[in-house]
């Protein structure tokens, strides 16, 4: 990238084909229980509303997280000397701003890499920081970063950072698929930031998912929408509830939409209809919560060595620093 051209965006979303994705999702609604791929939230209407939600009062994650950046960032740039910083599920990397304002102190910071499924944001993010930190490069990448890894650009020194407990979302298989996928496309002596949170009381947990205005309800249901333009399905968002609850044995939030009536909702493009009872509920997120030793262990077993844990007075989150040997 020249130095005439500070912003690149690459778009890899309309790489995918068309028959895995309705493939994906066919399977998911024939599973038992049924369920829907978490990435279906984020579009750009689903990234505003997790921006709002991340400002209630009982959705403490995102804020405990971002103190506890506040606090470490200075240690994990100096620790890892990176020039370049990837994060994977950027959103609207407000967070971001703190790792990256720690590289600038250094005079380290020259190229942040801002992955996300939502284009808008990306687009926003990359020309946001390019006007705010002198002489920064921004190489945007909009795609899922399941399955589009390989087109992270090349680059120096570099810190990959998974946060706001994003890696919790997925199942168990997926995350240390994920890690693995992760370690492959990193240099040796390159680190990785995962943001994780950690177990606490059942009932901070669940306020957190259940707000009092509907912000999350209406995330929820979001998904609905986002599937419209997918595979040509028109939902009706007033026949499902959002429910979200701790699971303790599985130690996560899940969060589910369910039906209020008896449906039966004919997809033409899944070769499927839908036959929903009163009451059936559909997966639509998981939010793991760990422990220090939940959180490392899968690191260790896709090859990263781990360097240092961070966490908040409170244990409410907790940030894993390692390296790739």
């Known amino acids: 990238m020249s130095e005439h051209a500070p912003v690149t965006i690459d778009v890899h979303l309309n790489n995918q084909d068309p028959a895995a994705i309705r493939e994906e999702i066919r399977a998911g609604l024939l599973e038992t229980p049924r369920r829907l791929p978490t990435r279906y939230f984020y579009d750009d209407r689903g990234s505003e509303l997790f921006e709002q939600i991340c400002e209630l009062p009982t959705y403490y994650p995102t804020r405990t997280e971002h103190a506890l950046l506040k606090t470490v960032a200075d240690d994990v740039v100096a620790r890892t000397g990176a020039e370049e910083l990837v994060e994977l599920g950027s959103g609207a990397a407000t967070k971001t701003r703190t790792l990256l304002d720690a590289m600038a102190r250094t005079k380290q910071l020259k190229f942040y890499v801002p992955f996300d499924v939502s284009e808008g944001i990306v687009r926003r993010v990359a020309h946001e920081l390019v ?77 957190a998912y259940n707000d009092s205005v509907g912000l999350t309800a209406a995330f929820n249901k979001n998904m ?89 007075p409170d244990h409410l989150h907790g940030l894993a620093l390692a390296r790739k040997p």
């Open 131 to 207: 006007a705010e930190y002198e002489g920064l490069q921004v190489h945007g990448v909009v795609g899922d970063f399941l399955a589009h890894l390989e087109h992270i650009p090349q680059g120096g020194k570099r810190l990959v950072g998974i946060l706001g407990g994003t890696i919790g979302n997925l199942r168990p298989e997926s995350a240390a698929e994920l890690l693995s996928s992760i370690e492959r496309e990193m240099a040796s002596g390159d680190f990785l930031l995962v943001g994780v949170q950690l177990i606490t009381d059942t009932d901070r947990l669940e306020a």
């Open 224 to 312: 609905l929408r986002v599937l419209k333009s997918v595979i040509g399905v028109d939902f009706d968002l007033d026949a499902f509830d959002h429910v979200a609850r701790f699971n303790s044995a599985e130690h996560r939030i899940e969060m589910r939409l369910r039906s209020v009536r008896e449906q039966v909702i004919p997809i033409p493009d899944l070769e499927l209809t839908l036959h929903l009872k009163e009451g059936e509920e559909i997966l639509t997120e998981i939010s793991t919560k760990y422990t220090r030793a939940l959180a490392e262990a899968p690191l260790m077993q896709a090859g990263f060595t781990p360097v240092a844990w961070y966490t908040d």
